[in-house]
C-alpha cells in the first residue's frame, strides 16, 4: 500500500456545518503541507504534534477557505498509515474543490472500504470488527448501533478469537506429540479435550443467540388480531399517534393487512393491523381474515385485543398455539367484565405504552440488545462450520487416531478464522470491503 488515498469522510449529499478530507498513506502529511498555512504551524506539516487541530488556510492557485487540519502519524491512526484530515466548511463545493487540489497533489481516489481495508490489512482490526464498523454505519435503529457497536469493540468475539487460538495451539502440539505416547495420554489428550468442549460450548452458545437475530436485523414482527371492533385499528393509530388506520363503529371495517413500523426501546416494531376475525358471509371480508391468519403465522408476537364491555368473546387459542400472546383488554373506559392482559383505552391511548414494554419483554427484545448477537450470515455458516468438525472430534475422540482429531480441530479453528478474518479469502475480504461507503 504505498500510494496515498484520499476521499470525503462525511456525508457528500447536502450541505452540512462541516465535512472531512480524509487522506491516507506515506503522502498524507506532504500532501496536506503543500496546501495549508498555519501559524501555529511551526516547521512543515509532517512534524506537527500528531492529534492535535491546527487551524489555517487551505490555499490553492486563487481559491482559499479556512479549516482545521490534523496529523494522526503511523501507525497510532484508523488505517495505521500516516493519515491526515481536513476540516473544512460543509458546502458541497469548498468540499469538491478540496479533494480536487488534494487529488492534483498526487492522491488516488480512495474506493469503498478503502480506508478500513487498509486498518484491517494492518492489523488495527479484525474482519468481524471491521464488519462492525460498516454495521454502525448502516444502522438505522438504536438496537442494530448497540449490536454494531459490540461486533465493532470485539465483545461479541472475543470466545471467537481465543478458542481460535487454543484450538490451533492444540492442534499444533497434538501434531508435536503424536511421537511421544506417554505424554500424549497423560497430558496432552485430556487438554486438548477441554478445548474441543469449551470451543464447542461457545459455539452452541453464539448460534443459539443467532435466532433472535432477526430482531435485531428486521424488527419484531407483530400481528394485531381479536374479533371485528374490539379496537384493533384504534390500537395501531393510538400507537403510530396517527390517524392511520380506518376506525368506524361497524364490525368489519378493516379488510386489508395494514402496516406500519415505529422504532421503541431501540428496536423496530413491525405492526400489522388485520380484519376482526368472525363468521362472515361477505367474501372481501373473508378474504381479509384469511389475510389476518396469514399474519398470525408470519409474526414473531400476537396482540390478541378484547373488548371489556363484552361479556363474551371467541376463543383463538387455536389459532395463536405455539405464538407468543400479549394479551390486551381494551375500552377499559366501558368495562363491564374481568378479563386478561394489560387494560387500556385505545381511544385516549391510555395503557398503550405498556402493551409496547410487554411486547419488547415477550419476545427478549431487552436481552439481545444487552447481550448483543451475531447477525450476519456469513458469521452465522462458520460457527457452524465450526460446530461440525468439533462435534466430529468429540465423537471420534476415543476411537479414531490422534491425526483425524488433529484435521478436525485444525478445520474448526480455521472455520473461526473466517470470522475473525485470519483464514479469510481475498475474494471474501474484497466482497466485505466493497460494501461500505467510500470516506470509510
Ligand atoms: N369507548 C371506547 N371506544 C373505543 C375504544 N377503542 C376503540 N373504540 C371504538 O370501537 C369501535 C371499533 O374500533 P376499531 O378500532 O375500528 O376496531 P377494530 O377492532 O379495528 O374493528 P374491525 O376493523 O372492524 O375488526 C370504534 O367506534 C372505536 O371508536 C376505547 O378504548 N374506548
Ligand atoms: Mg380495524
Redesign the pocket.
Known sequence: MDDTIAAVATGTGAPSGINIIRISGPQAAEIVDGIFLSKTLKGTFGSAEPNKMYLGTIASDDFYERAFCVYYKAPKSYTGEDVAEIHCHGGLAVTREILRIVLEKGARLAEAGEFTKRAFLNDKLSLAAAEGVADMIRAETVGQAKNAYKLMSGQLTKGIEKAEEDLFDIACLLEVKMDFPDEMEEDVKPKAKEIIDSAYKEVERLLDGTKKSKIIRSGIDIAII?S???????LLNAILQEDR?I????????RDVVKESIEYGGMKLNFL?T??IRESADEIERVGIEKSKNAVLTSDVVVL?KDLSRETEEDFSALTEGKIVVPVA?????AVCKKEGVKI????GEGVEEVLKKILLACGGEDVEREGVITDERHISALMECRDHLLSAQKNYDVAPTECTVVDIYAAAEALGKITGKTATEEVVDTIFRKFCVGK
Open positions: 381479536g371485528p371492533n374490539v379496537g384493533k385499528s384504534s388506520s376506525v368506524t363503529p361497524i364490525a368489519g371495517t378493516t393491523d380484519a376482526g385485543v381494551n375500552k377499559k373506559d366501558l383505552c385505545a381511544a385516549t
